[in-house]
């Protein structure tokens, strides 16, 4: 799993590229923990184009950062959903909480 942070507006927004399953996830975690804590952030947004496959572990790092940026009264995002990883986050149950957009820019013109 390859991960790419960009700054803008001063929200965090991680590109995740590869399989995030439970062999990441904990590095997943770890990293963007770090980057919102060292740089302050308020809000994230999770770009999920590059992902070929998750497992129910990215559920968690999803759950478990939403809970994170909440507690700073920030926002988590999704965007760019493949197919197979929008199934995954479907039977979660996971768009309750968390909103979904189409691309980044979309995700950035909501907050």
Do not use: P, Q
């Amino acid at each position: 799993m390859y991960l790419k942070f960009d700054n803008i507006n001063n929200n965090l927004i991680v590109t995740l590229m590869g399989e995030l399953d439970h062999h990441s996830a904990e590095e997943v975690r770890i990293k963007i923990d770090d980057r919102i804590d060292r740089d302050n952030f308020k809000n994230l947004i999770m770009d999920f184009s590059g992902v070929s496959f998750m497992d129910s572990s990215g559920i968690g790092v999803v759950i478990g950062r939403y809970k994170k940026v909440e507690s700073r009264e920030g926002k988590v995002l999704i965007t760019s959903l493949t197919k197979n990883v929008k199934r995954i986050f479907e039977l979660s149950g996971i768009f309750k909480i968390i909103n979904t957009y189409n691309n980044v820019e979309e995700a950035i013109s909501s907050i």
